[in-house]
Each structure stands twice: as structure tokens, then as C-alpha cells.
């Protein structure tokens, strides 16, 4: 069975901070992964996607992919309270359907 | 752009009626759209996978007679709730695929669909 697996949280993080969210998956197979920000209530919305291994930066946002380990994640750089929201982490390939993870929550405290 | 569109945002209805849901790409071609279902404080659940011109794909467990889904064209996919009853209370979302970008797994997700059912 193909799993994604976060941590639920909270993490809090102070305004200004460097917020690390990780994400470990089971299938090898897995070639594309993303990140998603759902806020509370709302869908969720599409923050960046990686494909390669390494890191890859997308203004405060930087997606790291590891596929020796198996694991994704996303720094935001600066912190604001209105990145507080719950990131999901998901993983694709070959134009299949994508597993999420149960996602992780994101405070950002004043 | 890959901007998707869902109708209504909310809608409330009494046990036993059929609610109709549509999903709309509304600037690009969606050679597959999705259906997920959120209760609150719950993860993502998908519900099926639809793809243009062909019967939908469900999950194991949902049942495909009460969810009937139809994907007439390559900007619209319809989620029908039959006979819904409280239990089917939830945020129900969509979301597309691209068809220029078919090599790849990026969905963008519609706006939900809250339905109480009384």
C-alpha cells in the first residue's frame, strides 16, 4: 500500500522563522511529489512541486527531495501568520493518481 | 491560469433528495479530474477519478450507484449525490489535471462544495 506520512503537529514557529515541514513516503515509484496549504475550511492550494532530487526554491518556499531516503520537505523562510495552515504532502507518477499525506499543522505565532 | 471552478459552494438539502455538483476547468483541458471528500478536522479522502468520456474509477468503499459521476467533456465533471442523508454531510472537492501536462501529476483543486444534509 503506497503511504505518505506526516506528522500532524501543531508546530509552532515564531514570526520571522524558518519553518521545516517533512514528509516520508513508501513507494519507490513515486516520481513527482507537491506540496499543497489548505487552509481551515478552504481547499487545498498547490504551493510547489518537485520532481528531481536536491532542492528546488520557489521565493520563501524551498521543496527538498531525497529519494535514497524517501523523504520530501518544505522550509518557509521568514514565517508569517498567514502561513498558518495545514501543509499536505502527496506523491505521484506516471500520470496516476496522487497519495496525500494526513497533513501537517502550521502556527505561526506573533 | 489552471484555475478550477466548483458549483455550488454551498448547498443544503433534506435526506433523500439528489444533490448535482459540477467541477469546471475553467482555462485549461482536463484530461482527468478528481473527487475528494473532507470531514472536518479529518484528512483528504478520495472518492473516484474521472476521466473524459469514460466511467469513473471509485475508491474502495464508496459506493457508485449513490455517487454517480460523469465527465462529459474535456472542462466539466459532475458529482451527483443520490438519496444523500446526513452522514453525507461533508466538504466534498475537486480537481484537474492538465492535458498538455498529462506527463504530469499536478492537480489543481476547486474551491469545495459544502453540503448539509438534513
Known amino acids: 500500500q503506497k503511504e505518505v506520512e506526516q506528522n500532524s503537529g501543531p508546530l509552532s514557529v515564531p514570526e520571522g522563522a524558518i519553518a521545516s515541514l517533512n514528509c516520508t513516503y513508501s513507494d519507490r515509484g513515486s516520481q513527482s511529489f507537491f506540496w499543497y496549504r489548505q487552509y481551515s475550511g478552504k481547499s487545498p492550494e498547490l504551493i510547489m512541486f518537485?520532481?528531481?532530487?536536491g532542492d528546488k526554491e520557489d521565493g520563501r518556499f524551498t521543496a527538498q527531495l531525497n529519494k535514497a531516503s524517501q523523504y520530501v520537505s518544505l522550509l518557509i523562510r521568514d514565517s508569517q501568520p498567514s502561513d498558518s495552515a495545514t501543509y499536505l504532502c502527496a506523491g505521484g507518477g506516471g500520470g496516476n493518481k496522487l497519495t496525500f499525506g494526513t497533513g501537517t499543522q502550521l502556527k505561526v505565532e506573533l | 491560469g489552471a484555475v478550477v471552478s466548483q458549483h455550488p459552494s454551498r448547498v443544503i438539502c433534506k435526506s433523500g433528495t439528489s444533490v448535482k455538483i459540477e467541477c469546471r476547468s475553467l482555462d485549461f483541458q482536463a484530461t482527468t479530474m478528481f473527487w475528494y471528500r473532507q470531514f472536518p478536522k479529518q484528512s483528504l479522502m478520495l472518492m473516484a477519478t474521472s476521466n473524459e468520456g469514460s466511467k469513473a474509477t471509485y475508491e474502495q468503499g464508496v459506493e457508485k450507484d449513490k455517487f454517480l459521476i460523469n465527465h462529459a467533456s474535456l472542462t466539466l465533471s459532475t458529482l451527483t449525490v443520490t438519496s444523500a442523508h446526513p452522514e453525507d454531510s461533508s466538504f466534498y472537492i475537486c480537481s484537474a489535471r492538465e492535458v498538455q501536462r498529462a506527463s504530469t501529476d499536478t492537480q489543481y483543486f476547486g474551491p469545495g462544495t459544502r453540503l448539509t444534509v438534513l
Open positions: 518537485i520532481y528531481s532530487n
